[in-house]
């Protein structure tokens, strides 16, 4: 049977009923039930699989292919398949490579600090302190932005990196060590949203590292000034005499053996006086895990005194509140209490002083201790020992701790009373 060429006309193809009709060359004319038309280019691969591949609408409307473009898209069409080329293979490649090339236009345009601020975005939500997102921001803008803020995130490369962390790394040791491992983490965001491919020019392992000296090379540990343990009695008798809501809360703090953030965060829901006992959700903790602290009799005297003053009983309000309704104190605000008292320490060295007195002052295993700070257990021996909470021999160390604290003892040298510090809080 000879093959078709050309059968078709422009009025069959505007008139003929429900079926498929051949032109010849592979074209084919798709009539549905209801009068939709299409073009329809059928081919045999070497493998002798029949395929079909859609070639638009049929007619000569607006939008549709006419008869004379439907040919000429067949005859090409029909020059790949002589030439071993699948068309419809070849179809989806362009595309790909359309869309590829449309990504790679769009990661091009996006620069580092709008995926610097799309990630702090994304994650801020799950951050511990509502203020790390504004210490990203802020490290960034100082170090990182001057250099390759406005440049495109997939052009970043190891030379803008160490442009940045060059000049603060043996001058600014933290800061340059916090810098490139923020900017490790959106470099990473970004190549997880598609705009930027290959290794992240910000890692330390077989990158950065070989261009810098370890921190341990450059900086020693700085640890938290902290008043010796002996002291802490007459720093107690001082701090009683503070008024205002941040003595209480350092009082509180210090009782507690606790980090000044947890403090700050607590609110009355946390408190079982009844129980003596601090219940610090894991969202609140530095390890992520819920942590009990047995509260002495002093600390449960230290919330007595902010109860007398909290305006509602709503569970949720902060035990030491802020100024604004609904937020709580200042984290500065231990710290002016002891600038006041021109102490020469902090508040979180408070925790130094206790871990001192532990050791040197009481017979309670190094365990306990440990546990009372809610450090993370770094052995896997240490681990086997500590399965537990340590609860009740932690009660035990606490009530020593705030025995020793309200110990009487004289004004050392190393904090001075101050007179008339009251803003008619507790």
């Known amino acids: 049977m000879p093959r078709l060429t050309n059968a078709l006309t422009a009025a069959k193809v505007r008139t003929a009923s429900a079926g498929r009709y051949g032109d010849g060359g592979g074209l084919y004319l ?179 590292a070989h261009n810098l000296p370890k921190r341990s090379k450059i900086a020693s540990v700085v640890h938290h000034p902290a008043l010796p343990w002996q002291d802490v009695p007459a720093f107690m008798v001082l701090l009683k005499q503070q008024k205002g809501i941040g003595a209480r809360a350092l009082e509180f703090t210090i009782y507690t053996a606790g980090r000044s953030g947890e403090t700050l965060g607590a609110r009355w829901s946390e408190m079982d006086t009844d129980n003596a006992l601090w219940t610090i959700p894991a969202s609140r903790m530095k390890a992520k895990k819920e942590h009990a602290v047995p509260l002495s009799g002093p600390a449960i005297a230290a919330l007595k005194q902010m109860a007398a003053w909290r305006p509602t009983t709503d569970p949720d309000e902060f035990v030491f509140p802020g100024a604004r309704h609904g937020h709580p104190l200042s984290n500065m ?70 025995e020793f604290c309200d110990r009487p003892a004289p004004v050392g040298d190393n904090v001075h009373a101050i007179r008339g510090a009251s803003n008619g809080r507790p």
Do not use: C
Request: glycine share 8%; charged share 25%.
């Open 30 to 208: 798709l009539v549905r039930d209801g009068g939709l038309r299409s073009w329809v280019f059928r081919y045999t691969m070497p493998s002798h699989k029949m395929r079909e591949m859609g070639l638009g609408r049929a007619g000569a409307s607006s939008g549709s292919v006419p008869l004379a473009e439907a040919r000429e898209k067949a005859a090409v069409l029909s020059k790949l398949v002589r030439a071993g080329i699948d068309p419809l293979a070849r179809r989806d490649a362009d595309e790909r490579a359309a869309r590829a090339a449309r990504q790679n236009a769009a990661s091009r345009a996006v620069t580092f600090q709008e995926a610097a601020e799309r990630y702090i975005a994304a994650n801020e939500a799950g951050w511990r302190n509502p203020k790390h997102a504004q210490q990203w921001a802020n490290t960034l803008k100082t170090y990182a932005y001057p250099h390759f803020g406005d440049i495109p995130v997939s052009e970043i490369a190891t030379g803008h990196v160490m442009a940045a962390l060059g000049p603060i790394w043996t001058v600014k040791a933290e800061t340059a060590s916090r810098l490139r491992g923020r900017v490790e983490a959106i470099l990473d965001f970004a190549k997880s949203r598609g705009w930027r491919h290959g290794d992240n020019p910000a890692a330390w392992k077989g990158n950065i």
């Open 333 to 402: 605000s231990m710290t002016e209490v002891m600038r006041r008292m021109q102490a020469r320490a902090v508040p979180h060295g408070f925790r130094s002083s206790f871990r001192d007195f532990a050791a040197e002052s009481t017979s309670h295993p190094h365990e306990v201790a440990e546990a009372a700070l809610a450090h993370v257990v770094k052995t896997a021996v240490e681990a086997a020992y500590r399965r537990g909470d340590l609860l009740e021999k932690r009660r035990g160390l606490m009530n020593d701790w705030a």
